[in-house]
């Protein structure tokens, strides 16, 4: 009696354990049929984790880049320069979500983080977040 738990009830009128659960078909979400299977990656629009990326997927990911760390230099030329150079950069991110709407996620390389939209949404508002700085400076 002392090694059993608290909520093991008492021993009368037990016959032994109960049934061991079985978990097949779990998770399910409920309300979906018994026999409905969820959809895969590639139904669902999703790019393939074991993919192999294309030769050269990291080609738009360089280029914006490059225009970050030319608008960045030009920046770092002094106060006269600042607006040109950030306008740089907000180009450079706008340039990146324009690429990551068209290009499908196989040639789109690392610009890729999440599903689609999200990552032109984040791409346009940092972009465009960084222009109007760049029209706020002098």
């Not at 139904?43 to 225009?67: Q, R, S």
Request: proline letters at 12%.
């Amino acid at each position: 009696m002392a090694n059993r738990p608290a909520d093991a009830g008492s021993d009368r009128g037990l016959a032994g354990a109960p049934p061991p659960v079985h978990h097949q078909g779990f998770p399910r979400h409920p309300g979906t049929p018994p026999g409905h299977r969820a959809r895969t990656r590639a139904a669902a629009g999703e790019p393939d984790p074991n993919a192999t990326p294309a030769p050269l997927a990291w080609l738009p990911c360089l280029i914006v880049l490059a225009g970050v760390a030319a608008g960045l230099f030009v920046t770092w030329q002094g106060s006269r320069y600042a607006g040109l150079g950030t306008s740089l950069v907000g180009g450079a991110l706008l340039a990146a979500a324009v690429a990551r709407l068209l290009l499908p996620p196989r040639y789109a390389g690392l610009l890729t983080s999440r599903r689609k939209a999200p990552d032109v949404l984040a791409f346009t508002v940092l972009g465009a977040g960084v222009l109007a700085i760049a029209l706020v400076l002098p």
